[in-house]
Structures are given as C-alpha cells and as structure tokens.
C-alpha cells in the first residue's frame, strides 16, 4: 500500500541574499512496510528529505502524499498531529531530557497525545523492557551507555504505535558492535511488526542492513535498488 508519494520536490533554503536549493524535483514513492536507507555524502540533501518527509519541514514546491494526506498543504497543526499519531524519530544525538528517567523520556508523547500519566508509563515500561532496558528504566540518560541512550531512544519513537519510523545517523555515535545491535532492532520491528523504516546514513554497511538503498547526489536521486 502506498505510504509516501513525492511529485518534483523542491526545497530552497534563503541564506542570506543567496537561494541555495537543497532538493532539486525528486520523485520518490515508499509503500507501508518497506525497510529504506537514504544515502549519499554530506550536501547531497537527504537530511533535508527526510525532514520533508517526517513532516518537520515544508516544500518549496511540488507535491506530497503521506498516507493520502497532501502535506504540503496541511496547517501547522494537521502536521503536528500527523507527527504525533504517525510518526516516531530517532536521532543520532539522541535528544533524551536530561531531568527526566529514562521511563519518564517514553512516556512523554503519550501526555503529549493526552493518555493518563498511568496508561503512559505502564507503555513506556513495555517498551524499555522489549529494548532489553527493564533493569535501567529508572537511570537518567547520563547514568546510560551511548547504546542504552539510543535504545531509550527507539522506545520513545515506537511508544505512540507510529506507522513510520524516521530514524537519521542513529548509529553514527555508537561503536561497530553497539551499532548493529541498534540495526537488528529495526530489522524486527520492520519483520515482525511491519513498521515501515526510513533510514538516513552515510555509512554503506548500515544502508547494506535495509530492503531498499535510495541515493541522492546534489539534491536529486540517482540511484533506487531494492534488495
């Protein structure tokens, strides 16, 4: 089933007097499912893709489709709310609130989605023992291993049951081995709960790990092979 569909996508950042034009009409189709990297060198714009995608960001033109929504006309809103029910990021740098425990980090998009502070942490606690971090949901995100952070991390993503996950570098601060044990999370959670990954990476055996390798050069794809 079609999940994402992008007509001639542009994107043009204003830097200073100077347009710099950061995606250049990409044309890209991502069915529900489907596990994908998006690769290319620093510039290329697949940050700035998937920030487009994840519906952090706007278009300058062109047209796209998330799950049948136009989002590039959706309102400030309508796009917060997609982000909310839809959507789960993980980051290379993790983003955990320092003053807050790991279970307490889950939790907080189901307040944010208006669950009760109990249903909240009771799925927090699930997630964190599934990401093998039952004995540590109490730490604070310093007491944790770059891992373990990355790991909380995954949790607070999959906590609201989103049909997309958009995770940029998520290995990129983490050694070989820690690395693909984060890779192998999201291999079952592609396999076994069939949550569609967008993956963004520079590093060509993380991208080797997906289904589907998409790279971008200046702004436009010039490459889309399935596995």
């Known amino acids: 089933m079609r999940l994402i569909e992008t007509k001639s996508l542009v994107k043009v950042y204003k830097m200073g007097e100077t347009d710099v034009t950061a995606l250049k009409g990409v044309d890209l189709t991502i069915d529900g499912g489907e596990f994908v990297a998006i690769t290319g060198f620093s510039g290329s714009g697949k940050s700035t893709l998937m920030h487009l995608l994840g519906c952090l960001d706007t ?15 959706a ?3 309508e796009l917060a709310l997609i982000r909310n029910q839809k959507i789960g990021f993980i980051f ?46 109490r730490h604070y995100p310093y007491q944790l291993s770059g891992g373990q952070q990355q790991r909380v991390a995954i949790a607070r993503a999959l906590v609201n ?7 940029d570098e998520p290995t990129g601060n983490l050694d070989t081995t820690t690395g693909e044990a984060i890779m192998d999370i999201f291999t079952d959670l592609n396999t ?16 080797a790990k997906t289904r589907r390798i998409i790279e971008l050069v200046d702004g436009k794809i010039i490459k889309d092979k399935a596995r």
């Open 59 to 73: 278009p300058t033109s062109g047209s796209f489709f998330l799950d049948g929504v136009d989002v590039a006309r």
């Open 75 to 77: 309102s400030r809103d």
């Open 92 to 137: 290379q740098k993790f983003y955990l609130l320092p003053d807050l425990t790991a279970l307490d980090n889950v939790a907080l998009p189901q307040l944010y989605a208006g669950k009760k502070e109990s249903e909240a942490r009771q799925a927090a606690e699930k997630l964190l023992q599934r990401v093998n971090l039952g004995d540590r949901m």
């Open 161 to 167: 049951n989103p049909r997309i996950i958009f995770a």
């Open 192 to 207: 076994q709960q069939k949550v569609t990954i967008i993956l963004v990476t520079h590093e060509p055996n993380i991208a």
